[in-house]
C-alpha cells in the first residue's frame, strides 16, 4: 500500500538535496511524496549563496493544511533554518506520535554555508527531545551535538550514546567521512549496531538527505529501525555508484535508477 510521507525541509533548486530530493527518494520506494518548506536557497550542487528562510508560522500552515487533506504515514525533517522553525517542527513531530519520525540535524552546507542559525545549535536536542524515531546526524554534526570531537569508532559510540540519551531518541551517526574504513553506528539505546560499507570515493551533493528520506520509507513499510537502516545504507551506496557529474568535482544523484527496489542489506556486526 502507497504511504503519504512528508518532508519538512529547504529548497535547492538544484534538486540535488532538500523536499525535492526528499520527494525524489520516497517515489523511487514507491510512495508518494509532500514537502513543507522551511527556507529557499540560492545554491548549485556546490554552493549555497543565500540562505531565505519561512515563517514559522508557514511551516505550520503548510503542514496544518495538508493534514487536514492527507493521510500522513511519516515525516522527516531536514534543513530548519531558524530557531523558530526548529520550535515549529517540534510542535509538528509531538502531534504526530503514531506514525515514523526521522531528523536529519544540518547545520552547515559543505561549502561552509549557515543552514540553521548558530543559536539554535545548542537547543536542538532539547526542544526536539523525545519527539522522533531516529536522528541522523554525520560526524560534524554530531560534534556540534556532543561539544566533543567525534573522528575514530570509539568516539562514535561515545557520541551516539551521548545523543541518545540527550535527545531520548535513537541515533545512527553516520560515518562516511572517517577516516579509514567507512562505518555507520546506529546506537537504539540498549545495542550499538555497526554497519561496514564502502569507501565512497565520489563527493555526491545530498547523501544524508537521501539516507534519511529511505530509511524514512523503509520504516513507513513497517520495517524494524534496524532493518531499515540497513537497507537505507545499502541504497544510498547503490545511488552513489550511479551518480552522475554536476560540475566541479560534485556529484548528484540520479533518481530515474532502481525504482521501487530493495538492496541487500549493509553488513553489519555488534
Not at 533554518?81 to 531528523?103: C, D, G, M, Q, Y
Not at 541522523?136 to 540519551?165: C, F, H, Y
Not at 513499510?221 to 566541479?248: D, F, K, N, S
Request: charged content about 25%.
Amino acid at each position: 500500500m502507497t504511504k503519504n510521507l512528508v518532508s519538512i525541509a529547504g529548497y535547492d533548486p538544484s534538486g540535488g538535496a532538500g523536499v525535492l530530493l526528499d520527494i525524489g527518494v520516497f517515489e523511487q520506494l514507491g510512495q508518494r511524496g509532500f514537502g513543507v518548506l522551511t527556507a529557499v536557497t540560492a545554491q548549485n550542487p556546490g554552493r549555497v549563496a543565500r540562505v531565505f528562510p519561512m515563517a514559522a508560522r508557514a511551516v505550520t500552515g503548510q503542514f496544518g493544511r495538508l493534514a487536514e487533506a492527507v493521510d500522513i504515514a511519516g515525516i522527516k525533517v531536514g534543513m530548519l533554518a531558524t530557531v523558530e522553525n526548529l520550535s515549529a517542527a517540534a510542535k509538528i513531530l509531538a502531534r504526530n506520535t503514531r506514525i515514523p519520525r526521522v531528523v536529519d540535524p544540518i547545520f552547515l552546507s559543505s561549502s561552509g554555508a549557515l543552514l540553521l542559525e548558530k543559536a539554535a545549535w545548542p537547543r536542538y536536542l532539547a526542544v526536539l527531545r523525545g519527539m522522533a524515531d531516529l536522528v541522523t546526524p554525520n560526524l560534524d554534526e554530531a560534534e556540534i551535538l556532543t561539544k566533543g570531537q567525534v573522528r575514530t569508532v570509539s568516539e562514535m559510540r561515545i557520541a551516539a550514546a551521548l545523543v541518545t540519551r540527550t535527545g531520548r531518541m535513537p541515533c545512527l551517526l553516520k560515518g562516511g567521512h572517517l577516516e579509514g574504513r567507512a562505518v555507520d553506528i546506529l546506537y537504539d539505546g540498549r545495542k550499538f549496531t555497526v554497519f561496514e560499507h564502502e569507501r565512497r570515493a565520489k563527493s555526491v551533493h545530498g547523501t544524508g538527505c537521501f539516507l534519511s528520506s529511505a530509511i524514512l520509507g523503509y520504516m513507513a513499510e513497517g520495517r524494524p529501525l534496524e532493518e531499515a537502516c540497513g537497507l537505507g545504507i545499502a541504497r544510498v551506496g547503490r545511488a552513489i555508484r550511479a551518480a552522475v557529474p554536476a560540475g566541479g568535482g560534485r556529484w548528484v544523484f540520479d533518481l530515474s535508477r532502481d525504482r521501487g527496489r530493495v538492496p541487500s542489506k549493509a553488513r553489519k556486526r555488534r
